[in-house]
C-alpha cells in the first residue's frame, strides 16, 4: 500500500472525539466506506487522533474490517480467527504480523499472474477469432430475416470447399484452444 496519489507522503485522515473523520487532502469529512475505497485503490493513508495526533491507523483498519465482515462479506473463516488469537501472548508472536504480510503479498502476487495469464490466453486467442466468426455469421443470419430493402443484400452462397476449409481452421482453432486450457 505504498502507492502515492497527489501530493507526497500518506493522505492524513484526523479522528475525532465525536469519531468523525476528516481528510485533510480533500478537506472534507469521510466515512469508514471512503477509507475502504482509498485502500482498494492503493492509496496511502495515516489516521491520527485530532487531539493526540497518535497514529491509529492499525485500530481503524480493523474496525473496517470487522464492518466488512459484519455485512456479510466474511472472509476470515473461525478456525483462522481462533488461532490468530490463540498466537496472542505466544512467544512466536512478533512473527506472525510478518509473516502474514508475506503470505498475503505473495497471494497478491499469485492472483496477478493468473489474472494475466487467463486474460493473455484469450486475448490473442482462437475465442477472439471464433466471437468474430460467431458474430458474423449472427449478422447474416439476422440480414436473411429482414425483409427485402431494409438492409444490405444477403450474400452470395460460398461454395462447399471454402465451407469445410472453414470447418477445419475452426478445429485446428478449437485443438489450440484446448491445449491452451490445459497448461493453464
Known sequence: MKKSAPGSGPVIIKKYANRRLY???SSSYITLEHLAAMTREGRDFKVVDAKTEEDIT???LTQIIMEEEARGQTMLPVNFLRQLIALYGDSMQAMVPGYLEAS???FRRNH???KSAVEGA???SPFAEIAKRNMA???AATQA???AGTGPAPAAKAPEASKDDEIAALKAELAKLQDKVAKL
Do not use: G, I, Y
Open 145 to 147: 430475416f429482414k425483409p
Open 58 to 60: 492499525h485500530n481503524v
Open 122 to 124: 484469450f486475448a490473442n
Open 137 to 139: 455469421m449472427f449478422e
Open 112 to 114: 496477478e499472474q493468473f
Open 104 to 106: 498475503m503479498e505473495s
Open 23 to 25: 481528510n485533510t487532502e
